[in-house]
């Protein structure tokens, strides 16, 4: 388009774009054809691609939504391309489930690793570091499982689709209290103080006696508060 076609309060160009009127009810039909193709290609390519999704996987969609979008809108595409771009995109999406499953190392490189976020109820900072995920993150999705002590929990894992696995101890165990420190009415909501026993701010660890001065034999810092236990056991395991 030239700069002279481009006139204020054109509606007809601004609803209609360059097309005749006529082609609003061909972009229709358009619609409901790839909509329909983009089904069958999302179908086969297998259950993961409705439920939580890979990197892989989510790059696929992002491909699927540029590959439909031009045969829905544009006149001069036709449909059998699009079509054909959309099972090029199914071949490589097979082919490369069919690579992860007989590579482990190869699966590795696409999708990622596992990682172990907490353990016996102390956060592991350096794989938090890594996988970009912060102390509040953590928080939010260990209080949104009815989890508000990081002594109650034995492992959380990070999955390579990003999702969180959570393993809860049988009993419940003296460590951090999980509230926010701005909301101090809620702070003793389900747990009791254990007395003398402090507990590192930073990272969680928990340790005996009331010197509040020394360093954390785990991640060096000096922020100590006293470490609370909950009231009543907890299921042993919660997946997120």
């Not at 790839?34 to 409705?50: E, H, N």
């Not at 993150?137 to 959570?166: M, P, T, W």
Request: hydrophobic residues 40%; neutral net charge; glycine residues 8%.
């Amino acid at each position: 388009m030239k700069k002279e076609d481009i006139i204020p309060g054109d509606w007809y160009r601004i609803l209609f774009g360059e097309t005749p009127v006529a082609f609003l009810a061909e972009i229709f039909l358009r619609t409901i054809i790839m909509y329909v193709v983009l089904l069958v290609t999302v179908r086969m390519m297998g259950k993961r691609m409705g439920g939580q999704l890979t990197i892989s996987e989510l790059a696929v969609m992002i491909t699927l939504g540029a590959i439909v979008s031009p045969g829905m809108q544009m006149p001069q595409t036709g449909l059998l391309l699009c079509t054909l771009i959309l099972l090029c995109a199914l071949l490589f999406q097979r082919g490369l489930n069919l690579l992860e499953y007989k590579s482990e190392r190869f699966e590795h490189i696409s999708q990622g690793k596992l990682s172990t976020l907490v353990k016996d109820g102390i956060m592991q900072l350096d794989e938090m570091h890594v996988t970009k995920v912060s102390r509040q993150q953590l928080f939010a999705a260990l209080r949104n499982r009815q989890i508000y002590n990081l002594g109650d929990v034995d492992r959380v894992y990070l999955e390579a689709c990003g999702l969180f696995s959570v393993y809860r101890h049988a009993t419940p165990r003296a460590g951090l209290p999980l509230f926010p420190p701005h909301d101090p009415d809620i702070a003793g909501f389900g747990q009791a103080p254990t007395g003398h026993t402090l507990v590192c701010a930073n990272c969680g660890k928990v340790a005996e006696g009331p010197d509040s001065n020394r360093p954390c034999p785990v991640c060096d810092a000096t922020q100590w508060g006293e470490a609370t236990i909950s009231n009543s056991n907890q299921p042993a395991s919660t997946a997120l």
